[in-house]
């Protein structure tokens, strides 16, 4: 089977940085990525790794690392509106390519 | 506009009902995929489809039944509803899952549907 371990919550101030890791155990990977959603909302996408190293896009960064079955979410320079939850998920091959998500990371950025 | 659609926004049923949840793309996406949210799990695949005509179970699929005849359409049907199913069902398309490779994929989710079983 597939398991994603991420963090439950995390709390930070406005303007700081905050890094939200991901591990995984899968077979057949491909590729990481991180999605989010505020509250009511449907989750949207962030970012995409399928190589190690880092992704930049704007505020948020995205590394992976496949030989420790390891990622993380950089987000930088906190808003408010930062605050919501984080999803990894893991795109795994096996008859057809699905994508598997983790139970979420509760971000709440404060003042 | 173009988009994912999910009808209904929210639905009420009882024990033992069938109901069938709507999906609808217009990006004529092959792949189509039906979550299921609930508190401490995450999102968790009920079923996908990579084409019309073709899916496939993800990881909770007991109590569903999808289909595909058309590629923008892909209904999500609870045969006889329990009141375990009560939830926030979200459908999402892709135009295509990577095979290898870096390629910028992502799933476009629809406002989702939240459905109580009593």
């Known amino acids: 089977g597939q398991s994603l371990e991420q963090p439950s919550e995390v709390t930070a101030v406005e303007g700081a940085i905050v890094q939200i890791n991901c591990t995984y155990q899968?077979?057949?990977?491909?590729?990481l990525s991180w999605y989010q959603q505020h509250d009511g909302g449907a989750p949207t996408f962030l970012s995409y790794n399928a190589l190690d190293g880092l992704e930049e896009t704007g505020r948020f960064s995205s590394f992976l690392s496949r030989s420790d079955s390891y990622g993380y979410l950089l987000l930088q320079e906190l808003q408010m509106k930062d605050s919501a939850s984080y999803f990894c998920?893991?795109?795994?091959?096996?008859?057809?390519?699905?994508?598997?998500f983790g139970a979420g990371t509760r971000l709440a950025v404060h003042p | 506009d173009a988009g994912i659609t999910q009808s209904p926004r929210y639905k009420i049923t009882e024990t033992g009902r069938q109901v069938t949840l709507m999906c609808h793309q217009t990006w004529s996406h092959s792949y189509m995929f039906w979550y299921r949210q609930d508190l401490g799990h995450g999102l968790r695949l009920i079923y996908y489809s990579a084409a019309a005509d073709i899916t496939d179970k993800g990881e909770v699929p007991d109590g569903y039944v999808v289909s595909r005849s058309k590629t923008e359409n892909f209904p999500l049907t609870l045969e006889s509803a329990t009141r375990s199913q009560t939830s926030v069902y979200f459908c999402?398309?892709?135009?295509?899952?990577?095979?290898?490779?870096?390629?910028?994929?992502?799933?476009?989710f629809g406002s989702g549907t939240q459905l109580s079983v009593l």
């Open positions: 998920a893991v795109t795994i091959s096996g008859g057809y390519n699905k994508l598997i």
């Open positions: 899968t077979s057949g990977f491909y590729g």
């Open positions: 999402a398309s892709s135009e295509a899952l990577p095979t290898a490779g870096q390629l910028n994929e992502k799933l476009f």
